[in-house]
């Protein structure tokens, strides 16, 4: 997606690489959070998702704290639907929710977050609305690294994830637009063939 580009969400600084919460040392990193600043591009991430929800049967739209809450929280809101989100951990005060917003029992939720490394996070926020009765079959992403890992444990938790983008076409855009080099390429390619080694190494 070219709009990542063009905010700069896309930061490559292989000389400080970034850690996931996975402990993956990473020379890029993508900076979903900054999305809702720029008015055009997040515009350009709504309609996305809202091109893909169309194609979906649910029922509830949730956000993953707290990166996915703006984004399923303005798509609930222009398609009408009611919209819930998944804390990481339970509320220790008020009413100690996991799951804020309402009741998911017997609804058929559409769980969105914003970016998709290992999908523990994400797959954890399944688990929850599962455990709350919640039916989850889909998770949509604005973009995905697309680690075998994340791969695998979407399958084996039978959902099915879309993302707007992904990291191969950032990067072929980034090389044909001058925003990477292909030496930068080069040192993404090869962290990403091996992503836990490449920050051993």
Not at 21 to 39: F, Q, T, V
Not at 131 to 152: E, N, P, R, W
Request: net charge neutral; with cysteine.
């Amino acid at each position: 997606m070219q709009a990542l580009l063009d905010i700069q969400a896309v930061k490559f600084t292989p000389n400080e690489p970034k850690t996931f919460k996975s402990g993956i040392l990473s020379p890029i990193y993508i900076d979903n959070r900054a999305i809702p600043y720029h008015p055009q591009a997040w515009h350009e991430v709504i309609a996305g998702f809202q091109a893909i929800a169309k194609t979906l049967d649910f029922d509830i739209i949730a956000g993953i704290a707290v990166a996915g809450i703006p984004h399923s929280a303005a798509l609930a809101y222009v398609m009408n639907k009611p919209s819930v989100f998944v804390r990481k951990e339970t509320k220790e005060h008020g009413l100690k929710n996991r799951i804020e917003g309402g009741d998911v029992s017997g609804k058929r939720v559409l769980l969105i977050e914003d970016l998709i490394t290992t999908g523990g996070s994400s797959l954890a926020g399944v688990a929850e609305l599962r455990k709350a009765g919640g039916i989850v079959t889909d998770c949509m992403a604005i973009v995905s690294y697309g680690f075998q890992q994340a791969i695998d444990a979407f399958q084996q938790a039978a959902v099915k994830l879309h993302t707007l983008t992904n990291f191969d076409q950032i990067l072929q855009i980034g090389l044909q637009t001058g925003y990477f080099q292909p030496t930068d390429v080069k040192i993404i390619r090869a962290w990403m063939t091996n992503p836990y080694e490449w920050g051993r190494a």
